[in-house]
């Protein structure tokens, strides 16, 4: 499922290469299957595969090389954030709901997501900190979203009926 230390980028990955005599090339470095972008730099092979942007393929020698660097990595989420805190927290969104859906299916969407994130899910299996870390964020943001919507679906309901306790005289 996972590999401790190992990423999971196989095929072309965008890279900004600098040259040895001041030039710059966009493109991407051709990556095989099974293996990182630092294991094809650091590995044995004195040559690197590069298809440039218009389409073109050349090889590059490492030792040409001045710098690589790789340029469609996503930015990290902030999962030090609180459960609600971060970028755009969206209780709906979250649970892969309507706003308008009904509370039988945020609860269906709630225990759907808790039982595939819950970290104990994953006990017995070697993953590495980052993914309990990972899962264990992500028990919270379910909890917290599905509180979130509990809360505001109690909070229509209990306005959309008006209680009445005695018969008014007039």
Not at 30 to 44: D, I, K
Not at 123 to 138: G, I, K, N, T
Request: charged content about 25%.
């Amino acid at each position: 499922m996972f590999e401790r230390g190992k990423e999971s980028r196989a095929g072309p990955v965008d890279v900004e290469i600098g040259l040895g005599e001041g030039r710059t090339l966009r493109g991407k470095l051709v990556v095989p299957p099974g293996r990182t972008l630092v294991e094809l730099l650091n590995g044995s092979a004195t040559f690197v595969e590069f298809e440039q942007l218009d389409g073109g393929r050349m090889y590059l020698a490492k030792t040409a090389l001045h710098s690589v660097t790789p340029s469609n990595i996503p930015a990290a989420p902030d999962l030090w954030a609180g459960p609600t805190e971060g970028s755009g927290f969206d209780p709906f969104k979250v649970l892969g709901i309507d706003a308008g859906a009904t509370r039988e299916h945020a609860r269906e969407a709630y225990l759907r997501l808790a039982k595939a994130y819950h970290p104990d899910k994953y006990a017995a299996v070697d993953l590495p900190r980052e993914v309990r870390q990972y899962l264990s964020v992500m028990v919270r943001r379910i909890n917290a979203a599905h509180d979130a919507v509990e809360a505001r679906m109690h909070k229509q309901s209990s306005k959309q009926e008006p209680v009445f306790t005695k018969a008014g005289s007039g």
